[in-house]
């Protein structure tokens, strides 16, 4: 085999996906070759730099966020099964909504002006991001807002 | 609950079906979005935007594909379309060059898992999308390229191919430097 093909193979080789008569192969020429076995090791440090990597679980809140989002998204179409919904709920959407409103006319301003626009999209969204939520002690209103619709952000 | 259970109930009009999908899969999806991603922000936003467009698309979900890599289809293509907006969208796009650590951190610091992730997700930005999105899935979460070619539709010849380009590159900025 030849360092070409044996660099090649490296990557599927860590993860186990070669035939067993390429392994060999591939094993063999990394035994001879101290250039091709320095880059096995160094993909190998690599995966373990993945494996020691974080696993970042999703900020508190967001569930609540997503599923707000999903009524937000479905409300045009069944807008009567909504009415009974309980005030706070409704509330929320409300100010959702405003939030909306508020885009639409900052967004729209700009098309229609010819002046640079006053904020770019990043700081737009930054502005608006429903993250007001995140940091939210529990025994705030808007962590009796987060128990009240019973939707935890742990499993 | 197992998915088709969950997916059941969703069809039948169960009102919390979809809570039990993102309370399951919430913290897997979120993770892609951010290493594919890299910014907290734009993580959530596309996340949210999967789970979204996941809940439009459920009723026609056909019980033979997994929930799973169909879930993690849509966030990876959002997270391209994503970032295709973004890019566009940024007239004061500054370089990724200068979005890289000036100094790469002291070994002992670097083998903290929350370093270790934030010097990943940097130098990630460095590939094409498509490779990086390969690379997520395998070594963040640890898919097999049968998955991986179903979640990117294409060949498992593909995915080898992207796999190794990411570990090449890849190689060359982390592990050479240290
Ligand atoms: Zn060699």
Known sequence: MRCRHARKLISQYIDKELSSGETKLFSAHIEACAACRLELEETKELSRMFAAAERVSAPYGFATRVLAGIEADKRPQNRLSHIFRPVLVRAAEVAFACVIVVIGFFSGRMLITDSPAPLSAAEMRSTFHLDVFESAPPDSIAGAYIGMTGVQNEK | ?178
């Open chain 2, 1 to 178: 609950m197992d998915d088709i259970e969950i997916i059941r109930n969703f069809k039948h009009g169960e009102a919390d079906a979809f809570n039990d999908i993102v309370l399951k899969y919430q913290d897997r999806i979120f993770n892609l979005c951010l290493y594919m991603l890299r910014d907290t922000h734009d993580a959530q936003d596309a996340a949210q935007d999967c789970f979204i467009k996941a809940c439009r698309a459920l009723h026609d979900f056909s019980p033979d594909a997994s929930l799973y890599t169909w879930l993690y289809r849509i966030a990876v293509n959002t997270c391209l379309d994503y970032r295709r907006k973004r890019i566009q969208s940024r007239m004061d796009s500054h370089s990724m060059a200068e979005d890289m650590p000036s100094h790469m951190p002291s070994p002992e610091k670097l083998y903290e898992s929350r370093e270790i992730s934030e010097v990943v997700r940097t130098a990630m930005q460095k590939l094409p999308e498509k490779l990086r999105a390969a690379i997520v899935l395998r070594e963040i979460e640890g898919l097999s390229y049968e998955e991986i070619a179903e979640i990117m539709d294409v060949s498992t010849g593909t995915v080898k191919s992207r796999i190794s380009r990411s570990r090449e590159e890849l190689r060359k900025i982390l592990v050479r430097k240290l």
